[in-house]
């Protein structure tokens, strides 16, 4: 199994970016979505989560109102739509996979190689 991170990139503070992870190599369904960020000397947070058919998402306080993610399992892939960003986002994004339904804040199985992210103020 891959996840394949990518959109990440340097902006300025109050502008957007659109984070994308393709998953392949997964046959098995269903699997939960989410995605991961941390910033230099910190440990990795969780910032949103999507089930398996979409209908479920959670955030992290920190993006909620902010981040929005979502998915098409057809193409296999999940986003994370960035609006209205802040310094404070800097950091590498990760998405991960895991082989249920819903997997929340929790533990994930599979990850990705993370996208530089870079709000400059």
């Known amino acids: 199994v891959q996840l394949q991170a990518s959109g990440g990139g340097l902006v300025q503070a109050g502008e957007s970016l659109r984070l994308s992870c393709v998953v392949s190599?997964?046959?098995?369904?269903?699997?939960?979505l989410g995605w991961f960020r941390q910033a230099p000397g910190k440990e990795r947070e969780f910032v949103a989560a999507?089930?398996?058919?979409?209908?479920?998402?959670y955030y992290a306080e920190s993006v909620k109102g902010r981040f929005t993610i979502s998915r098409d399992n057809a193409r296999n892939t999940v986003w994370l739509q960035m609006n209205s960003l802040k310094p404070e986002d800097t950091a590498v994004y990760y998405c991960?996979?895991?082989?249920?339904?819903?997997?929340?804040?929790?533990?994930?199985?599979?990850w990705g190689q993370g996208t530089q992210v870079t709000v400059s103020s």
């Open positions: 991960a996979a895991n082989a249920t339904d819903w997997a929340g804040a929790g533990w994930y199985e599979y």
């Open positions: 190599g997964y046959t098995a369904s269903p699997y939960a």
């Open positions: 999507i089930s398996w058919n979409g209908g479920r998402t």
